[in-house]
Nanobody, 123 residues
Framework: QVQLVESGGGLVQSGGSLTLSCAAS????????MAWHRQVPGRERELVAR???????NYADSVKGRFTVSRDYAKNTVTLHMSSLKFEDTAVYYC?????????????????WGQGTQVTVSS
């Protein structure tokens, strides 16, 4: 199984920048796509950005041109750099990854989520 731990959330003024990081850990695993999602209370969780193993990316329309997702394949980390932040970016941000892991000689696939990190943008 793979564990994901996010860091970097906090309070920032509108127009400011913030960088979130997510580190994956476990034994005998390989990661596939990694992504960031966000959720506001009372609303469904939404995809913010995704990056594949090949480095291709896609973004929610609401964050295109402001957010950048990147990966460090050697360190099994994914980073979300957020700039020109708006009040409506306020949410809990979750890291998510699909993975393969070797258990008892058998490769299995799964999906892990981080615990979430709060991002608050003051207007």
């Amino acid at each position: 199984q793979v564990q994901l731990v996010e860091s970097g959330g906090g309070l920032v003024q509108s127009g400011g920048s913030l960088t979130l990081s997510c580190a994956a850990s476990g034994s005998s695993f390989s990661l596939n796509d990694m992504a960031w999602h966000r959720q506001v209370p009372g609303r469904e969780r939404e995809l913010v950005a995704r990056i594949s193993n090949s480095g291709s990316t896609n973004y929610a329309d609401s964050v295109k041109g402001r957010f950048t997702v990147s990966r460090d394949y050697a360190k099994n980390t994914v980073t979300l750099h957020m700039s020109s932040l708006k009040f409506e970016d306020t949410a809990v941000y979750y890291c998510e990854s699909d993975y393969r892991s070797l258990r008892n000689g058998i490769w299995t696939v799964g999906r892990s989520w981080g615990q979430g990190t709060q991002v608050t943008v003051s207007s």
